[in-house]
Structures are given as structure tokens and as C-alpha cells.
């Protein structure tokens, strides 16, 4: 049974981003030892990014930053490059950087082949692509589009021991419209992918549906055949479920999902036997990543005031992921006050890789770049993920909702089941008294007061 602290009445909610402490402190209770991977000097922004599973390489997309007084390029190229490592074994930047794809054409969503060493997987229109209208996603009137040009689709190629082709790009398969999101089984044998439907599509509003591919027989099967956009997929651990993102509501505001499979009888995933929603709230849920474990989730989510950031969302494979969302855990993973997004896992867990526009110093964003850094050895265990906040962290955070200085404050954090209880006296200022702050594990935060006072 959860303790509760006596009646209480709302005075306010937000949502709390602490900026008054560097984000390597804050974010060091789960990440560690974090490395900028991509520079501007190189790139004018990168993204997306994935490991290999020997956690040597990772692929990513980027657009070099042009010459002074050119325009950078108007679509994302797919680049490999090696890890480097220092004489500890600890990472500390990117090798060679070598661009697979060609030039003039719009790529995304890079993948390595899980058994087959050299073998990459992903999306291009190979050719630039042509200047019609694409559909695409845009919320409310943010810069911020995903274009879906409908000459993209599924491609791979070979690499040698120095990450250089040794083969053309060869298209894996053809589908009508737009076909990206692609990501490979466990065993390699089948591809999980996005596909924009033209039928169901208007230039306002792509429709997505979720196929997987058997590189077996060459057939494609429909998974995920919901109104609005599905896309995003990644298989489980275990290759038994899929989880991936959905604006089935028509609102824009994206929502997480998870379906358990259905096989034939030669182990063909030939439909959805089940399919549980992970998150319901009004935020913009994307990018979801399975851990290593199947125990949790990471994901890019807006949060209350669309300050986008990772989180943690705890799963129930065990229970067949019958929890409803409301009571799902989810926690904040990044404290930047900028964007962070599209994490991945290496293969064993031990390295989280982000999009970021953070900043060494901790002050200010510039555009997107790749960070990485090492999961805290004392956070291996998948629970910590979907625990609360620590007790510094729950601090930081009241503190930074209560917009008050530190030094003129004075206050204890104790534990409430998942959330944390802040009680503070504000001993100078032009509120002086005793305030409480609830603080849950996603950092949002509300202000409590009792209510007899």
C-alpha cells in the first residue's frame, strides 16, 4: 500500500525542466561518460542513429554543413562511420565518417543486419527526388515536417571490414508510395516496414500502414491497418511483438503502441493477434525503442508543454501487456531544455545513442547532433528505467517548478510509492512559508497545499 500525505488541494501543475544544474548531473543517475558524436563543423545537423551489433559501427543520416554562403542540402544522406574508442574501451567520438548513399537523393532510417556482418538496410529515393507536393506530418505550426516522398524505398548493400561498399545499392523489394522504417528481425529473416497508402492518403495527412516482409518467399503480409498514420516498428527481443507509433485519433498528437504477433505454422508473423496502447495522453509520442530486457520502452515524448525529451515506459510481457496506460510507469530519461529524441540501445544495453541539441557547456541549443553515453552500471537493472526519481533528481525538479532561488529555500524530498513529496520553506523572498511539490517520475510536477489551511 502507498503512503499519502494528508488532504490535499491543486494550486497548479507544470512541468519541471532542470536547468539549474548541468544536464550530466542530472541525467547521471541512468547515463554517464556522455560524448558528442557529430560536430557542425561537419554536419549542419544529424540524426537517427543505429548500432551494430558488435557496437563498432553505427549508421545515421546528416546533412553536411555547406560551404560558407551555400544552402545546405535539402534531404537527409545515409552515412556509416566506426566508433573510437580510447585505451579503457570507453568512446570517445567517430572514426572516418563514409556516405552510402547517393548524392541528390533523400535517405532515413538506417539499419545493420543482425547475423550477416557488412549487410545495411535503408530507405532512399536513390535518385533526387522530384519536386511534386509529398504528403507529410507537421504539428500545429512548428518548422518541424516529416516528408514522405513516394520514390523512397527499401535498399541495401554490403560493406567491407572498412565500412566501404563493395556492392551498388540493390532495391529489396517495390511497394506503391513511400516505403521507409525499416528494421530486420532478430534472425534477419524478415523486414518490418512503413508504407504510405495513396488511397488513403491526402497531400494534407499521409496514411501509413505496417507490413512485414519475409526475404524467405519474398511475401509481404499486413500488420497494422488502422486509420491515420502507423509507422515507426521495431520488433521485441524475443521477435513475438512489435511496438510502434500511431495518429489513428486524427489529432496529430502521436500515441504509442504495442501488438503481439501472430505465426503460421513455418513461423511466418502473418498478422496482429493482439495490440495494447502504451501511452493516452496529449502529448506527441514517437520513436519508441525496445530495451535489450522486453522490460521497457525508451521513446522521444513532448511532455506537457512540448519541451521534447526521453523517457522510459515500463512493459508487462509477462501479463501480455494488459496493463492500461494510465497506469503504466514512465519516466524522464534527459534534462537538456532542448529537443532530445530518437534513442536506441546497443545490443546488450550498456550504450544509449540520442538526437540532441544540447550543447557541451550545458548552456543554450544548437541544431541536431548525435550524443551517446554509457547506462550507469548501477541502472543495468531494467527496473531502475521505470522507477522513480532519485531523491536529487526529485529536488532539482521541484525546485526548478517552484521558480525559486536555491539559496533562499530550504527543503527535504521524502518518498511517496513512485512520486516524491518536496516540502519546502521559502525563508526569504515575496512568498515566504511552506509549499509542497509532488514530483512523479516523468518530472511533471504539482503544487500541493493542505486543504484545511
Known amino acids: 500500500m502507498t503512503s499519502r500525505p494528508g488532504p490535499i488541494a491543486i494550486l497548479g501543475t507544470c512541468a519541471a525542466v532542470a536547468s539549474a544544474q548541468p544536464w550530466s548531473g542530472i541525467e547521471s543517475p541512468l547515463l554517464t561518460d556522455h560524448v558528442q558524436l557529430t560536430h557542425a563543423d561537419q554536419f549542419y545537423k544529424a540524426g537517427e542513429a543505429y548500432f551494430d551489433p558488435t557496437s563498432s559501427w553505427i549508421i545515421f543520416q546528416a546533412i553536411p554543413t555547406p560551404p560558407e554562403g551555400a544552402e545546405p542540402d535539402e534531404h537527409y544522406s545515409m552515412y556509416l562511420a566506426p566508433l573510437r574508442r580510447d585505451e579503457d574501451g570507453r568512446i570517445t567520438g567517430l572514426g572516418e565518417v563514409i556516405r552510402l548513399s547517393p548524392p541528390g537523393s533523400a535517405n532515413t532510417c538506417g539499419w545493420f543486419h543482425p547475423t550477416i556482418p557488412g549487410e545495411i538496410l535503408f530507405a532512399s529515393t536513390i535518385h533526387p527526388p522530384t519536386t511534386e507536393d509529398v504528403p507529410g506530418y507537421q504539428r ?104 510502434y507509433r500511431s495518429d489513428r485519433a486524427g489529432n496529430d498528437l502521436l500515441q ?20 495494447h496502447a502504451l501511452t493516452d495522453n496529449d502529448w506527441v509520442n514517437w520513436a519508441p525503442f525496445f530495451h535489450p530486457s522486453g522490460r521497457f520502452l525508451i521513446f522521444t515524448g513532448s511532455g506537457p508543454y512540448h519541451e521534447y525529451d526521453v523517457y522510459a515506459i515500463e512493459l508487462d510481457p509477462e501479463n501480455h501487456y494488459a496493463k492500461p496506460p494510465h497506469e503504466r510507469i514512465v519516466r524522464r530519461v534527459t534534462f537538456p531544455g532542448g529537443f532530445d529524441g530518437l534513442p536506441v540501445f546497443n545490443a546488450d544495453g550498456t550504450l544509449m545513442m540520442w538526437t540532441s541539441q544540447r550543447t557541451p557547456e550545458g548552456e543554450g541549443r544548437e541544431r541536431s547532433q548525435l550524443w551517446l553515453a554509457r547506462v550507469n552500471p548501477d541502472a543495468m537493472d531494467p527496473q531502475v ?21 536555491p539559496n533562499r529555500m530550504m527543503g527535504v524530498a521524502r518518498r511517496d510509492g513512485v512520486n516524491w513529496i518536496y516540502e519546502a520553506r521559502i525563508i526569504s523572498g515575496q512568498n ?22
Open 256 to 275: 504509442l503502441y504495442i501488438a503481439e504477433l501472430e505465426f503460421d505454422d513455418d513461423g511466418v508473423p502473418v498478422a496482429i493477434r493482439a495490440e
Open 140 to 243: 500545429d505550426k512548428s518548422r518541424y515536417q516529416w516528408a514522405f516522398p513516394p520514390g523512397m524505398e527499401i535498399v541495401r548493400t554490403r560493406i567491407d571490414d572498412t565500412g566501404r561498399p563493395v556492392e551498388d545499392l540493390q532495391i529489396v523489394f517495390e511497394r506503391p508510395g513511400y516505403t521507409a522504417e525499416g528494421s530486420y528481425s532478430p534472425d534477419g529473416r524478415f523486414i518490418l516496414y512503413a508504407n504510405v497508402i495513396s488511397e488513403k492518403s491526402t497531400h494534407e495527412k499521409a496514411d501509413a500502414d505496417i507490413f512485414v516482409y519475409d526475404t524467405k518467399t519474398g511475401r509481404h503480409h499486413a500488420l497494422v491497418q488502422a486509420p491515420g498514420y502507423d509507422g515507426g516498428p521495431f520488433f521485441s527481443p524475443d521477435g513475438r511483438s512489435i511496438c
Open 385 to 405: 528505467w521505470t522507477g522513480p526519481l532519485t531523491e536529487q533528481q526529485a529536488i532539482q525538479v521541484a525546485r526548478t517548478a517552484l521558480g525559486e532561488d
Open 432 to 453: 515566504p512559508g511552506i509549499v509542497r511539490v509532488l514530483v512523479r517520475p516523468d518530472a511533471t510536477t504539482t503544487i500541493l497545499s493542505d486543504a484545511d489551511s
